[in-house]
């Protein structure tokens, strides 16, 4: 099964006491919470990422799907394969993309890039809450990649347009500094270097 969607979102990175007061005031408990590791791939000479495209395989307890990220005017347009559990993991054994996620395949081949090249590059597991508020689809997550552990705030959005200002108007009525998150595919293939 694929899907295609756009994409546009907010983020801004937390400390740990500003990830707990969010949790606090949204009431959200362990229920709330899935972990899911992000692998990501691009080619041994960083094809993807010339292209400011990110490809990744998620998997959660009993799914996984993979999802290539091309750069639009506005957001990203996200192309989805859903893939088996089994293919998951043997793409986490041979660290290649998996071959069975056909429409990313058609896409990459459109961009000129052979999936047989792709390797994995990066991982990061995050343990995410998410809940839909006044201004969007709020994610509130804990990563680990590397020996590195932060916290995040993501605000997914429908339309570019006023919920900037939405965005930095929840930030304002917790107090939280906007600080600049880099996208996870960069911040668990950097600190690999």
């Given amino acids: 099964m694929m899907n295609d969607s756009i994409e546009i ?3 801004t990175m937390l400390t740990q006491s500003e990830y707990l007061q969010l949790i606090a005031y949204y009431q959200l408990n362990s229920s709330h919470f899935v972990t899911q590791t992000n ?27 993979a999802t290539l990220k091309i750069p639009q ?5 996200e192309v989805t394969d ?13 660290k290649q993309f998996p071959q069975s996620a056909q429409h990313i395949s058609d896409v990459l081949k459109s961009e000129t890039i052979e999936t047989e ?6 991982r990061l597991v995050t343990r995410r809450a998410e809940l839909v508020i006044t201004e969007g689809k709020l994610a509130l997550d804990e990563n680990w990649y590397q020996d590195q552990h932060d916290f995040e705030l993501e605000l997914e ?11 930095f108007a929840l930030l304002n009525q ?9 996208n996870k595919i960069v911040r ?3 600190m690999r270097k």
């Fill in 39 to 65: 692998l990501y791939f691009d080619t041994s000479v960083y094809q993807l990422k010339e292209k400011n495209m990110g490809l990744r395989v998620r998997v959660f307890d009993t799914e996984a799907e």
């Fill in 9 to 11: 979102e907010y983020k």
């Fill in 157 to 167: 959005v429908q339309d570019s347009g006023k919920n900037e200002s939405d965005f």
């Fill in 174 to 182: 917790f107090n939280i500094p906007y600080r600049p998150a880099k």
């Fill in 82 to 94: 859903k893939i088996t559990q089994a293919e998951a993991d043997e793409a986490v054994k041979t």
């Fill in 188 to 190: 668990a293939v950097t």
């Fill in 73 to 77: 005017k506005i957001g990203l347009l």
């Fill in 117 to 122: 090249e792709l390797q994995l590059i990066g």
